[in-house]
């Protein structure tokens, strides 16, 4: 191992540590995240080396963004360790089976052995009991994006945690409700949200505004992964489901549907392409069984207009976020 | 208390777990990959709760168990991601990739991650496992 010259201390000089997670786990924990208890600040605890009988590892404070951010592979651990370090310094501790030194080191001093390698990307692996989920903002936000951004998101988290085939009983809650009248999406997205069982509700935890910084939010994790997957799906080259959402757009635009009245013949006539473009959108979004989620509306009318509603929301969540104003994580 | 897993190495180890086993665990039969070191030694093949008893988290169901991947291209790519991060990971995880068959006889294995190719294999009381594998090239150049 490497000798560190620095400040000598017989412990490391900050207690109240709490584990919280481990970010990178191979056979034991290779960088691990820690609380302080009293200050809430964030600390990195980074394996660096070893010998036969001794652990070396580095402590580095950073901020809970910046964790935020390699927890959820949207920052490379090179551009955080020591760089981002919210000290001019960082503690060095050796493990042995019955001791331990610690050296205080400035960053400068850092043998770069001791750093990690050009664009390392963590893969912390997700437990069942990893309930938050965060919006990282990367630019000064408008105060009403701050207020549209948690909506949208909650809208389409809520009707994709209700259409996934993983959640049989609220899907078919959901499915069976008896939805009466006209679409009004006010209504509609009240009414699913109150459908999503307490344990999945979307909460707010914590807003960091900043640039950059983040909002957290307590939910189901992988629904929030599938929001964030479904963008990727609308903002990617030649989108099937864009394509598909201008399709049935059309289609209502140039039959007059909108003013078409309810009990009007016609509409007959405009089931069979409305249902076949309704289909073609929803698959384009990847929802399971997207038959069963058109049957569940009183007419084909209705289910194109869910349909367009969902592509609505996470089309807004992808301008937001191609507009370089906020990412969202993907698993 | 957990139950006991009688007939596996670590069983004694193992039962202060829940779970442990996880219950979806069954045999594996087929080629399988590990990290090793040169020359490969009995240590190889320790399960870290054993290998780094201090070790903070290493207390777990999985520290009884050994870290094995499906195919030579997943074991690399895992390697070399760690090695990205924790420069001096080998030192400590391993230096060469061995390959052996696993069979069922072997212990109990977690399903393979479908994207990192990893299982963890509880082995049978009485196995070397040592014998069973070989090196095939160097993970460090």
């Given at each position: 191992m490497l000798k560190l010259t620095g400040t000598k201390f017989e412990q490391l000089p900050v207690s109240g540590l709490k584990w919280v997670s481990d970010l990178q786990y191979f056979d034991g924990p290779l960088v691990s995240y820690f609380r302080h208890a009293r200050t809430d600040d964030a600390y990195i605890k980074y394996w660096v080396d070893c010998d036969d009988d001794i652990d070396r590892w580095m402590w580095v404070r950073v901020t809970e963004n910046d964790i935020l951010r390699l927890s959820n592979k949207v920052e490379t651990l090179d551009r955080v360790i020591p760089r981002?370090?919210?000290d001019d310094f960082v503690y060095f501790v050796d493990v042995g089976p019955k001791s331990q030194s610690v050296v205080l080191i400035?960053?400068?001093?850092?043998?770069?052995e001791y750093t990690p390698?050009?664009?390392a990307v963590l893969s912390p692996e997700r437990t069942n009991n990893d309930k938050t989920f965060p919006i990282l903002i990367e630019e000064d936000l408008e105060p009403q994006d701050l207020t549209d951004i948690p909506r949208v998101f909650r809208q389409a988290y809520s009707i994709l945690y209700l259409l996934s085939p993983k959640h049989v009983v609220s899907r078919e809650k959901f499915?069976?409700?008896?939805w009466r009248g006209g679409f009004s999406s006010v209504h509609f997205y009240n009414e699913v949200e109150s459908i999503v069982p307490d344990r999945a509700q979307f909460a707010f935890q914590k807003i960091q505004y900043a640039s950059p910084g983040f909002m957290r939010f307590s939910l189901d994790r992988p629904t929030a992964e599938m929001v964030s997957h479904c963008v990727g799906l609308i903002s990617q080259r030649g989108s099937e489901a864009r394509r598909a959402y201008h399709s049935l757009g059309s289609y209502i635009h140039t039959n007059k549907l909108n003013k078409l009245k309810r009990q009007d013949p016609g509409w007959a006539s405009h089931k069979t392409e409305l249902v076949r473009r309704t289909k073609a959108l929803l698959e384009s979004l990847e929802i399971d069984k997207p038959t069963e989620v058109i049957a569940m509306a009183p007419r084909p009318f209705e289910a194109a207009?869910?349909?367009r509603s969902i592509f609505k929301r996470l089309n807004k969540l992808a301008t937001f976020q191609e507009d370089g104003l906020i990412t969202l994580p993907k698993d | 208390m957990a139950k006991s897993a009688p007939g596996l190495k670590y069983a004694e180890e193992m039962a202060n777990y829940d779970d442990c086993p996880p219950p979806d665990c069954n045999g594996y039969d087929g080629a399988a990959y590990r990290w090793v070191f040169d020359p490969i030694t009995h240590k190889c093949f320790w399960p870290h709760g054993k290998l780094w008893p201090?070790?903070?988290r290493t207390k777990c169901c999985d520290g009884w168990g050994l870290s094995f991947f499906v195919s030579a291209e997943t074991a690399k790519a895992r390697f070399l991601a760690i090695i990205k991060s924790n420069r001096n990971a080998y030192k400590k995880l391993g230096t060469h990739l061995a390959k052996g068959k696993i069979t069922p006889t072997h212990g109990l294995a977690t399903e393979a991650n479908s994207k990192t190719?990893?299982?963890?294999l509880f082995e049978h009381a009485g196995i070397r496992l040592r014998d069973e594998f070989q090196i095939i090239e160097p993970l460090i150049v």
């Amino acid at each position: 191992m490497l000798k560190l010259t620095g400040t000598k201390f017989e412990q490391l000089p900050v207690s109240g540590l709490k584990w919280v997670s481990d970010l990178q786990y191979f056979d034991g924990p290779l960088v691990s995240y820690f609380r302080h208890a009293r200050t809430d600040d964030a600390y990195i605890k980074y394996w660096v080396d070893c010998d036969d009988d001794i652990d070396r590892w580095m402590w580095v404070r950073v901020t809970e963004n910046d964790i935020l951010r390699l927890s959820n592979k949207v920052e490379t651990l090179d551009r955080v360790i020591p760089r981002k370090c919210q000290d001019d310094f960082v503690y060095f501790v050796d493990v042995g089976p019955k001791s331990q030194s610690v050296v205080l080191i400035y960053i400068t001093d850092i043998p770069q052995e001791y750093t990690p390698d050009k664009d390392a990307v963590l893969s912390p692996e997700r437990t069942n009991n990893d309930k938050t989920f965060p919006i990282l903002i990367e630019e000064d936000l408008e105060p009403q994006d701050l207020t549209d951004i948690p909506r949208v998101f909650r809208q389409a988290y809520s009707i994709l945690y209700l259409l996934s085939p993983k959640h049989v009983v609220s899907r078919e809650k959901f499915l069976s409700h008896p939805w009466r009248g006209g679409f009004s999406s006010v209504h509609f997205y009240n009414e699913v949200e109150s459908i999503v069982p307490d344990r999945a509700q979307f909460a707010f935890q914590k807003i960091q505004y900043a640039s950059p910084g983040f909002m957290r939010f307590s939910l189901d994790r992988p629904t929030a992964e599938m929001v964030s997957h479904c963008v990727g799906l609308i903002s990617q080259r030649g989108s099937e489901a864009r394509r598909a959402y201008h399709s049935l757009g059309s289609y209502i635009h140039t039959n007059k549907l909108n003013k078409l009245k309810r009990q009007d013949p016609g509409w007959a006539s405009h089931k069979t392409e409305l249902v076949r473009r309704t289909k073609a959108l929803l698959e384009s979004l990847e929802i399971d069984k997207p038959t069963e989620v058109i049957a569940m509306a009183p007419r084909p009318f209705e289910a194109a207009k869910i349909a367009r509603s969902i592509f609505k929301r996470l089309n807004k969540l992808a301008t937001f976020q191609e507009d370089g104003l906020i990412t969202l994580p993907k698993d | 208390m957990a139950k006991s897993a009688p007939g596996l190495k670590y069983a004694e180890e193992m039962a202060n777990y829940d779970d442990c086993p996880p219950p979806d665990c069954n045999g594996y039969d087929g080629a399988a990959y590990r990290w090793v070191f040169d020359p490969i030694t009995h240590k190889c093949f320790w399960p870290h709760g054993k290998l780094w008893p201090n070790q903070e988290r290493t207390k777990c169901c999985d520290g009884w168990g050994l870290s094995f991947f499906v195919s030579a291209e997943t074991a690399k790519a895992r390697f070399l991601a760690i090695i990205k991060s924790n420069r001096n990971a080998y030192k400590k995880l391993g230096t060469h990739l061995a390959k052996g068959k696993i069979t069922p006889t072997h212990g109990l294995a977690t399903e393979a991650n479908s994207k990192t190719g990893h299982f963890t294999l509880f082995e049978h009381a009485g196995i070397r496992l040592r014998d069973e594998f070989q090196i095939i090239e160097p993970l460090i150049v």
